[in-house]
Every structure is written in structure tokens, then in C-alpha cells.
């Protein structure tokens, strides 16, 4: 069993709970309210600015010079993802560029896009990346049971269908190829500390979606 | 007014809604549950270690010489007081060096601690110190307050009188007069950088007191 | 008078001392050695590796996401750069892949990689930039006089083609453009960081191409 | 064979050539001139200040909590040395605060420094400590050499012996230990990795023993 395929296993039963959240049972049978698909959308766009300046700082640690290429792209996509939200799915369900621009982080995104930053910057090349893997690998798994659970006349189809882009999947398995290469190579203490920091975003991961369903917001404010 | 001080007043509701969280008041009542101040302490102690590790790395970005012997300093303090915490209050109030080490981060110490590390790291200098002027300034305060209101008898009065160390409170002084230095020479758009800097660790040091009161754990686990 | 044009004034001698160098007057010429052109080669791709992740830092730490993209694309770009020097100039000129991995930093590239790479992880977003634009700009510039200078039958005519490559100077436009509007809106303090980085850059250009001339080595092997 | 001791095996030569270099020998035998020994004082202050800032990286990097005390505190002892130079031996040697002020790194000290910085904050941490190794070890044995042989009469007898301080070969003998331990966990790539650092850093220390006698500056004013 590969590294990934490691971690993967030991957070089967967080995966599973994360298949079953209200959030995607409803988002894949089209019954999600429109405001808490708005609301997942905003944080999202936050999230994936944080998550291409996170990349970058991987990308600036890669062990190899093909590493530098691979994440310094993913960075632009994840930046590039995010314009793309504007004018497409911001626009479609009304969310104007004001709209986004004074929606605030919410905690759940505050949490998740400190914690990437912080893995990334702070610690080794291996540990960085296995903080970034449950965003790629996740949220693709996800998204296929989503698609393929998806019902007819779903208002979210278009959203839905970006999940199955055979070329998001691509880049998910060059991803943890990297990643398995790099486990490989790696003393004990860097495995355990990759896994818990594979750990973390996957709890993250989890509760991005568990805060947009709840529609979340700082108790401090 | 200074420019802390207007950071001070910008968030004076916040400061007032801490000292009057029922963590603090059942501190300084001396009736806070025993659980709710072990839950504190340790969370407390995992929070100084990333604490001194932000400041060691705005020690590294610091504008003078000076500010590197400042910083360095705070974050050998901050590391020498979760020593200390170990062989004082843990022991006193029987938390094992095996509690501790098997009683992971809460959501609410994770969150701040990652903030705290992912600001120092990618931010400039000003808005690194921003982010950690709270957990100074504030604790100060609100120790100051519980140790004016504490009760005769209290269980928590060695701790308590902790709050009160005029070598605490020096330290302090000279980290806001830092930061006003700082501030003054800075750009506008490092000022507004600064002062989200600020209010997120003031947010989060609510919500850390909050989580200890609540003894919050993971939704994941 | 832009930031950046301030920036070419101040250090205009020493652009003419890099244009009136033996190294840069001889490939013109065609009449550079071989030796001198293989040397140099080999350590610009080893540079081309650092420049990628220096400029990958730059963007984890822009102030708009259109940086992210900015700066993760330039790193990109210039790997990508170095894997074609692999592929074309480097066999034409019978350099192998084990030449290359044998062939170590010399001082001069081991100094300006380190600089870059200290400047752009330590220092704030506009002193990063600064420190990454004679590379662009200088290069860009220098490969314009040689190209209009560069003689009937040249040897190296395929690789001074390269630089008159109009997607390259659209870049170097750009990196202007946001270098300038960092400059603006930065502090007197930054700016003058700013002047410092790109100073020590171009100084480190200039000693890049003595090196290669000189074909210099480590006087500690 | 421990790590260290390793290091130190395969890097005999070039700490043989350090001993023997003539700023050492001049210095034990008290004919330095003083222009060399004011000009090494100057980029030594320089020097400290951006160690004191790479080690302050290192401490924030700590695989444990006893280290961010160890590095942070070795940050600061770097910093109060350097402001003891100024109060004590520039002051003997007639170096006023703006002669030091005005004088420029010359390029071997902001090569070592850039170095050092590079490599703390990009690298791992078992790599920071390889690269900050030299300046601790290498700089004791030489001292301790210098100080040995140094002649009666000697007009740098007080500098030399600093060089002698027990506790400074503590403080050494503490890194050393700390280097041996995060090696022996480290996975084979990463202690090529130091070793490379340790090369590089002693590479670096020769060159700017040298640079000090050779009075040099850039050769770009």
C-alpha cells in the first residue's frame, strides 16, 4: 500500500462522514438551499486564493525542479479557479464583486487557510504537501460521488459537472504520485508529522463544508 | 492617541465581552470547575510553545538589531513559561507530563495558533507584531482585572498573582511601543494590514478563553 | 519619473559597465569562447532553478490574488527556461546531462541565488520584487544591445535570438507595472529597501557575467 | 563516528588552510594591521546580526520546544555581542557608531549572510543547523588555536581572548549535540543536505577571513 493509499485508509471513517454531510446529500440531490450554496461559494473563493499562495510557498520548496513547475501551476490554477467563480457561478446566483468583496472569512475558512499557510511556510517540503492533499484528493472524490449521484434538473449541475474534469483528476494523481515519491524518501518522524497534517485538512476539510451548511459565523461579532 | 491605542478602543466591546466571559468571572469568583481550568492550562501550555515560535520569527524579520533581542527574547519566555507550567500548576493540579502530551490542540488552540504562525511567516514585520500584540496586551488586561476582583480563598490565586508580575506587564509596554514605532513609519495599507492582524487574535483569544469554558473538542473525532 | 525608472537612473553606470563587459562586447562579436559560453550556461540554468523558487515566494506573498498568478507563472516560466537549456543550447554545445549535475554553483551564482532567495523569503512583497527585477529587466535590456549589436555568422546567434523575444519583454513590462504600483503605495522606509535589493541585484548580474569571463571557481576547492 | 564529527573529518583540509590562513596567524602573532582588523570587526558586527536573524528562523523551525529556547536564546547572545563590539573593541580600535554605520557589507560578508539566510528559511531544520554550524564550531577551534599560540605582547590579546570563553564552548558543545540528534532521525537525503549546508557555510567562513585580509570590496563601486 502507497503512503496515500495509507492515509486515505486511516481517514476512511471521516471520509464517509464527509460523503454524508447534509451539505453534499443535498447538494447532489439539488435540494441545497441557494443561500448556503452562496455562502459555501464566497468562502470558497477565499479559500482558494489562500490555497494558491499556500502552493506557491510548496512550490518554492520543491526537492526537485519538476516539483517547482507542478506546484507553482497548481498555484495559478487555484488563483485562476477562483476568477473564474466570479464570473461565472458569483454571477449566476447573484453575488455581486461588492457582494464578495465585504463577505468576510468565516471562521471555518479563517481556520482551514491559516492552518495550510502555516503548514506550508513553516514546515518541510513533504509535510507542506501532505497539508494540501485532502483539498485536491477530497474534494475530487467527492465531487465524483456527488456527479454521479446527482439528480435530474439539479439547479447545481453545472457546478457538479466541474468535479468530473478528467483534467482535475489528472492533476490529483500527479499530486500524490509527488507525494508518495516524497513519503518514500522521508525519515519516520516526517511520515508521522505528514500524517497529521494530512489530518488536520481532512478535519478542515470537513468542517469548510460542515460551516457553510450551518452558515457559520464569528461569535465574536 | 497612539496607533495602539486606537486599536485599543476599535475593539474595546470585544475586550469588555471577555472580561466578563463566565471563564474569567468563575476565575476570579475562584468557582470555575477544576475540569474547565485543566482543559485551560493545557490548551495554555500548546499554545505558548507556537507562540514562541512566531516570535522567534518576527525576531528574524525585525527592522533593528534591537527588535531581534526583543523578539528572541519573548519567544524564550514564552517557551520558559510553558516549562514552568509543567513542574508548577500541572503538578499541582495532577495533570500528568503523559496527559499532556496525549491531550492534542483543541479546534480553538489550532486555530489561533495557526493564525498566529501563518501571519508571522507571511506577513511583514508590522503586521507580524500586530498579530501578536493580543495574546500581550490583552491577557495583561484581563489579569489585571481578574487579580483586582479575585476572591479571598480563591484555588486559582498562585495563578491568578501571575497575572499581576510588573516584569509581565514591562514587557508589554515595551511591545506596544514597538509596534507604535512600527505603525508610524508604515504605509497606509500596512496600517489596515495590521489592524485585521489584530483583531483576528483578539477574536481568537475569545474564543479560546470561550472553547476552555465550553471544553470544546473536535466535530470530527 | 516611475519608481522603477528612478531605480534605472541611479544605477545607469553601472548598466553601461555591464553592456561595455567583455563577456556581453564578445558574444555580440561571436567571438566569446566556447568555454566561456559553456560555463555560463551551466550556471544559468543552475540560477534559473533558484530564480523559479525565489519568484514562487513572491507570489505566496502578493498583495492582489492577479500577484499569485503573476509570480507563480514567472517561476513556472523560468524552469521551464532551464529544462529547455537542457534540450537545445546545452546539447548544441555538448554539454550532457552529468556534465551539468557535476558541475557545481560557482561562488558568483551560489551568492546572487542566495541573495535572491534570502531577499524573497525574509523581506516584504515589494523588496522581494525588487530584488527579482534586474533579472528580468537588466537581461532583458543587455540582450536587446547585444541582439542590434550582434554580427553576421555569430555562433551564439540562435541563443541571442532568444532574447529578443517579445513575450519576454511583455513580462518585463508587467513586473514594472506592479513593482511601481507596490512602490507607490509602500512606505519611505520600504522604497528604501526596495533601491537596496535591486542595487545588490544588479551588482550581482554584473558579477554573474565577470564570473562566467573570468570563469571563476570556489578558492576553497 | 558521530554526525558532527563526520562533518568535521571531511572538511579537515579546508580547516587546516583556515588555521593557516594569514589573518589567523598574523592575528595570533599580533602583527595584523590594524585597517585588516578594523575592516574583519566592522563585517563580524554585520555578520552577527543577520546570524542572530538565521538563527531566530531556526528556533522558530525547533522539532521540540527545547530547541526554540536553544536557538532563540543563541539569537539573542548574537545580537548582545554585536552590541558589544560597538561599546567595547570598535571603540578601543577607534570605530565610531557612524563609521560602522556607513560602512557597506563588503561582498563575502553579505554572501555568508545571504547564505544563511537562505538556508534557514527554505530549508528543513536539521539544514538551517548544518548551515549555522560553522560559524559556532569552526570559529571556536580557530579561536582556541589563535589563542594557544598567541604571542606575549600580543595588541589583540583581549580580543583573542574572548575566543577562550567556556562559555561560548558550552554553548557550541549544546549545538553540536542537538545536530548529532535531529542527523541520526534524519532520512538520507536530508543529511546530504547538511552536509552540503556545513560545506558551504565553511566555504564561506574561509572566504571571508580572507576577504578581511584582503581588505576587498565590489569590485561594481
Known amino acids: 500500500?502507497?503512503?496515500?493509499?495509507?492515509?486515505?485508509?486511516a481517514n476512511q471513517a471521516l471520509y464517509q462522514r464527509t460523503l454524508d454531510h447534509p451539505f453534499n446529500r443535498e447538494l447532489a440531490a439539488g435540494s441545497l438551499s441557494v443561500e448556503r450554496f452562496r455562502h459555501y461559494m464566497i468562502q470558497d473563493a477565499h479559500y482558494l486564493v489562500a490555497y494558491g499562495r499556500a502552493l506557491a510557498v510548496a512550490a518554492a520548496k520543491a526537492d526537485q525542479a519538476e516539483g517547482?513547475?507542478?506546484?507553482?501551476?497548481?498555484?495559478?490554477?487555484?488563483?485562476?479557479?477562483?476568477?473564474?467563480?466570479?464570473?461565472?457561478?458569483?454571477?449566476?446566483?447573484?453575488?455581486?464583486?461588492?457582494?464578495?468583496?465585504?463577505?468576510?472569512?468565516?471562521?471555518?475558512?479563517?481556520?482551514?487557510?491559516?492552518?495550510?499557510?502555516?503548514?506550508?511556510?513553516s514546515e518541510s517540503y513533504p509535510v507542506a504537501l501532505a497539508g494540501l492533499l485532502p483539498c485536491f484528493w477530497i474534494y475530487a472524490e467527492v465531487g465524483r460521488d456527488i456527479h454521479a449521484?446527482?439528480?435530474?434538473?439539479?439547479?447545481?449541475?453545472?457546478?457538479?459537472?466541474t468535479y468530473a474534469s478528467e483534467e482535475f483528476h489528472a492533476a490529483v494523481?500527479?499530486?500524490?504520485?509527488?507525494?508518495?515519491?516524497?513519503?518514500?524518501?522521508?525519515?519516520?518522524?516526517?511520515?508521522?508529522r505528514m500524517a497529521e497534517a494530512y489530518r488536520y485538512s481532512a478535519e478542515l476539510e470537513w468542517m469548510f463544508w460542515d460551516s457553510a451548511y450551518q452558515e457559520s459565523n464569528w461569535p465574536t461579532r
Open 1 to 9: 500500500m502507497s503512503f496515500c493509499q495509507g492515509l486515505w485508509q
Open 68 to 121: 517547482v513547475v507542478q506546484f507553482a501551476n497548481a498555484a495559478n490554477e487555484a488563483v485562476v479557479e477562483e476568477r473564474k467563480l466570479h464570473d461565472g457561478f458569483m454571477r449566476d446566483f447573484g453575488i455581486s464583486a461588492q457582494d464578495f468583496a465585504t463577505t468576510p472569512l468565516t471562521p471555518a475558512c479563517h481556520h482551514y487557510t491559516s492552518f495550510l499557510l502555516a503548514n506550508s511556510w
Open 149 to 161: 449521484r446527482s439528480q435530474p434538473g439539479n439547479p447545481y449541475q453545472a457546478w457538479v459537472d
Open 173 to 192: 494523481r500527479a499530486v500524490i504520485a509527488t507525494i508518495d515519491r516524497v513519503a518514500d524518501a522521508a525519515d519516520s518522524a516526517t511520515r508521522t
